[in-house]
T-cell receptor
Framework: AQKVTQAQTEISVVEKEDVTLDCVYE???????LFWYKQPPSGELVFLIR??????QNEISGRYSWNFQKSTSSFNFTITASQVVDSAVYFC?????????????FGKGTKLSVKP | SAVISQKPSRDICQRGTSLTIQCQVD?????MFWYRQQPGQSLTLIAT?????????ESGFVIDKFPISRPNLTFSTLTVSNMSPEDSSIYLC????????????FGPGTRLLVL
């Protein structure tokens, strides 16, 4: 069965620190997609990145980077030089090619607090 | 990506009443999705709404409680019926597609508090 685990419930850092948010997934499908979303206090869910199971290249976008490792079923997210505006709940999610459409499985989320 | 709006953005309702939430997209989309996010929790899919057909509900959600309409390719409504305090949640609609394929983009959500 598919599952997404975000073991870190809450993380608190001081501005300019680097922080890594962990995500471990389970799936039997060979083709699947992994996502990260950001939910600031306003409540809107903001798409950050999508990775498919055949693309293990790490990705960097500004201060954000993602490390996808199929060998450990992990898709971790690192914020470099964190800022107060990064404070939000971050969700990792999984969808399977063979699953029903729209079936996006979310982890429980990690609440990141960045203090000035 | 598609621009998605929801109305109302928030509401406070009395138990036993019903609330209809609207979701509008700025482009035509085949599938729209409705999620519930209970306080401090993750998102759970309620149903998938296709234009011209009945919505498909996930386990634990029924049409009598959460009727959905999808009159055209840019609009959908979700009604929360006969509300109780347990229905207090954020309700979000999403659509698939846009800049990145196989990706759902979400509306701003509707914060509902039931007293």
């Amino acid at each position: 069965a598919q599952k997404v685990t975000q073991a870190q419930t809450e993380i608190s850092v001081v501005e300019k620190e680097d922080v890594t948010l962990d995500c471990v997934y389970e799936t039997r499908d060979t083709t699947y997609y992994l996502f990260w979303y950001k939910q600031p206090p306003s409540g809107e869910l903001v798409f950050l990145i999508r990775r498919n199971s055949f693309d293990e290249q790490n990705e960097i976008s500004g201060r954000y980077s993602w490390n996808f490792q199929k060998s450990t079923s992990s898709f971790n997210f690192t914020i470099t030089a964190s800022q107060v505006v990064d404070s939000a709940v971050y969700f990792c999610a999984l969808s399977e090619e063979g699953g029903s459409q729209g079936n996006l499985i979310f982890g429980k989320g990690t609440k990141l607090s960045v203090k000035p | 990506s598609a621009v998605i709006s929801q109305k109302p953005s928030r509401d406070i309702c009395q138990r036993g009443t019903s609330l209809t939430i609207q979701c509008q997209v700025d482009s035509q989309v085949t599938m729209m999705f409705w999620y519930r996010q209970q306080p401090g929790q993750s998102l759970t899919l309620i149903a998938t709404a296709n234009q011209g057909s009945e919505a498909t509900y996930e386990s634990g959600f029924v049409i009598d409680k959460f009727p959905i309409s999808r009159p055209n390719l840019t609009f959908s409504t979700l009604t929360v019926s006969n509300m109780s305090p347990e229905d207090s949640s954020i309700y979000l609609c999403s659509v698939e597609g846009g800049t990145v394929s196989k990706t759902q983009y979400f509306g701003p959500g509707t914060r509902l508090l039931v007293l």
